[in-house]
């Protein structure tokens, strides 16, 4: 398939544990975004990238969410001592160019216990 | 935060009825999008909307962009079982790549 994937699909963690949640851009696309989505709302920005440069990172709600792109294709969202305000579903999108139409893969829902 | 509120959050109507969903915000954006969603999938896009005043339609939808670019419509008509899904509104800033979404409407159409 052509489209953007993720992994895991589904993560259970404990309390304190950490985990990492990758994306697997469109090839060629040069944007690369990360999404929370809590249960039952819209999905909430994270961080952009263009190609391996983080350009806006304002929407990390804590230090203990990072985020990289070091080639400039596959990205990691990595959070550190998970709390159970972070289940959500995380999305990853990727686009030609920051302007152009996003593509969403179908997320990673992280549950925290 | 979410500076876009749609209304209603939860929709469920009979089928052949028509909607309208709303989005709504007090922020000027330079374009809005809106999406649809289904359970354990990512957001499709339907429609981008970018010139204040701009009707678009697609088959039974029609969406709608403010002329003040603040606040857009999705209107259905004749609704069918297939339109159920989570909508999501978006709007995107000027000189600013990420999106911001609205609180979504749940809609369910029951044959």
């Known amino acids: 398939g052509a489209g953007v994937s993720q992994s895991p699909r589904y993560k259970v963690a404990k309390r304190g544990q950490d985990v990492a949640l990758r994306c697997d851009p469109i090839?060629?696309?040069?944007?690369l975004f990360w999404y929370q989505q809590a249960l039952g709302q819209g999905p909430e920005f994270l961080t952009y990238?263009?190609?391996?440069?983080?350009?806006?990172k304002s929407g990390l709600p804590s230090d203990r969410f990072f985020a990289e792109r070091p080639e400039g294709s596959v990205s990691t969202l990595k959070i550190q001592r998970t709390q159970q305000e972070d289940s959500a579903v995380y999305l990853c999108a990727s686009s030609l160019a920051g302007y152009n139409e996003q593509f969403f893969g179908p997320g990673t829902r992280l549950t925290v216990l | 935060t979410q500076l876009l509120e749609q209304s209603p959050q939860f929709l469920s109507i009979q089928e052949g009825e028509n909607l309208t969903v709303y989005c709504n915000s007090s922020s000027v954006f330079s374009s809005l999008q809106w999406y649809r969603q289904e359970p354990g999938e990512g957001p499709v896009l339907l429609v981008t909307?970018?010139?204040?005043?701009e009707v678009k339609k697609l088959k039974r939808l029609t969406f709608q962009f403010g002329d003040a670019r603040k606040d857009s419509s999705l209107h259905i008509t004749a609704a069918q079982t297939g339109d159920t899904g989570l909508y999501l509104c978006?709007?995107?800033?000027?000189?600013?790549?990420?999106?911001?979404f609205g609180t979504g409407t749940r809609l369910t159409i029951i044959p």
């Open positions: 990238f263009q190609n391996e440069a983080q350009l806006d």
């Open positions: 978006a709007g995107r800033s000027f000189g600013n790549e990420k999106l911001t």
């Open positions: 090839s060629g696309h040069v944007s």
């Open positions: 909307v970018v010139t204040g005043g």
